[in-house]
């Protein structure tokens, strides 16, 4: 009896993707805010000393022309970083999570490939990212092959959740603080803030190029254990 294409396709598993493809794609993607990060960081460092001679109470709608001009360069660069961030933390958590968590259906048998189940997988993903770090600290377990080693780097998934709420957390604060300023003294309060962000930020970069390249090598080597299981005894030999 000839099998049915449709059916035969419902019934395939799917494939297992190596995650270090997409993660070329996002590298550019976090570089590019770490670099205005530093560029950001550095800009008002030197907007605040330019600033010193000035008494806190100092009103930024009287400032020398150079100096308003200066700190109107200074948002731009801030909103500029805060958006190509953005931009990168949402390829993260679309495209990046869902090929991670599609490479777990194959890796765990849990389902098939069709469009109903990428959608069941993209949704619940999309759900989970409300208790990210539980998420995270589960894909991460169910990554690594049975039986192996406990992998280095095992406090990378709290390291990188904590960093990313606390970044997020100042630089709201921040962002409200300096789009309300008045004063001298109240832009130098935001911008302090502003400036812990940006050292979060650049540390957060990091950490998330750091937890996708692990991803990759856990999930590599589950799928060659699978591999080596299912290969007849010579040739794993």
């Known amino acids: 009896m000839s099998q049915n294409p449709s059916q035969s396709l419902k019934d395939k598993p799917y494939p297992f993707f190596r995650l270090y493809q997409i993660n070329r794609w996002l590298l550019p993607l976090l570089i590019i805010p770490a670099v205005l990060t530093l560029v950001g960081f550095t800009h008002g460092a030197i907007s605040i000393w330019l600033l010193q001679d000035y008494t806190p109470g100092y009103l930024l709608s009287v400032l020398p022309e150079p100096l308003h001009t200066r ?62 770090l539980r998420m995270m600290l589960s894909m991460w377990r169910r990554s690594r092959a049975p039986e192996s080693a406990q992998p280095k780097h095992r406090g990378l998934v709290p390291i990188w959740w904590t960093v990313l709420i606390a970044a997020n957390v100042l630089k709201i ?25 940006y050292v979060l930020y650049f540390a957060l970069y990091i950490l998330t190029w750091r937890l996708v390249v692990a991803f990759d090598r856990l999930q590599h080597e589950h799928h060659n254990y699978h591999q080596n299981l299912s290969a007849p005894m010579g040739k794993s030999a």
């Not at 777990?104 to 949704?123: A, C, E, G, P, T």
């Not at 300023?181 to 962000?197: H, K, N, Q, R």
């Open 71 to 132: 700190l109107i360069h200074d948002s731009y660069l801030r909103f500029a970083q805060i958006g190509t961030t953005l931009i990168a933390l949402t390829f993260f958590f679309t495209a990046w999570l869902y090929l991670a968590a599609r490479n777990l259906n194959l890796l765990h048998d849990l389902r098939r490939q069709s469009l109903k189940n990428s959608l069941v997988i993209f949704m619940r993903l999309m759900l989970g990212i409300a208790f990210a």
């Open 173 to 197: 604060f921040s962002v409200l603080k300096l789009q309300n300023a008045i004063t001298l003294a109240d832009w130098e309060w935001g911008f302090a803030l502003m400036m812990f962000a």
